[in-house]
C-alpha cells in the first residue's frame, strides 16, 4: 500500500526540487569551473584585444611627454638663470650720486656720500 503522507524520494517531481544531489554536485562543480576558466580566457584574450588598438597614440602621447619634460627642464634652469640675476622684489641697488624713486614712487632715495654701491630694502625704510 502506497502512503500518501510520505512523499516518494524516486519521484520525479521530488528531483526537480532537490538540484544538489550527491549525483548533481560533481557535474555542477565542473560547470562552474569551466565557466571561470571560459570568463578569465575570455577576458584576457578582451584585454589583449583592446590593448592593440591604441599603439600609435600611445607612441605619439610618449614623445610628446618626454618632448614636454625636456622642454620643463630648459623652463627650470632658465628660471634658475632668472633669479640669479635678478634681485629679490623690493631691493635696490643705489650707486653713489644716484637718485632712486622707492615705495611705489612715493620715496625718493639719494646718495650723494657713499663712495661705494649701497644695497637698500624697503623693508628698512618703514
Avoid at 521530488?14 to 538540484?19: D, H, I, K, M
Avoid at 584574450?45 to 590593448?51: I, V
Avoid at 632658465?78 to 614712487?105: C, E, R
Wanted: charged fraction near 20%; charge should be negative; proline fraction near 7%.
Amino acid at each position: 500500500m502506497h502512503d500518501s503522507a510520505r512523499p516518494d524520494r524516486d519521484a520525479p517531481e521530488n528531483s526537480r526540487s532537490r538540484p544538489f544531489r550527491a549525483d548533481n554536485r560533481l557535474v555542477i562543480a565542473v560547470a562552474f569551473v569551466i565557466m571561470c576558466l571560459g570568463i578569465l580566457t575570455g577576458g584576457h584574450l578582451y584585454g589583449r584585444y583592446l590593448a592593440s588598438f591604441n599603439s600609435a597614440s600611445i607612441d605619439n602621447t610618449i614623445t610628446e611627454l618626454v618632448s614636454l619634460t625636456a622642454m620643463d627642464i630648459k623652463l627650470q634652469s632658465a628660471q634658475a638663470t632668472l633669479d640669479s640675476i635678478m634681485p629679490p622684489p623690493n631691493t635696490y641697488m643705489i650707486k653713489p650720486n644716484q637718485t632712486l624713486i622707492v615705495g611705489d614712487g612715493h620715496l625718493p632715495v639719494g646718495i650723494d656720500w657713499a663712495s661705494r654701491p649701497f644695497l637698500l630694502r624697503e623693508e628698512t625704510l618703514c
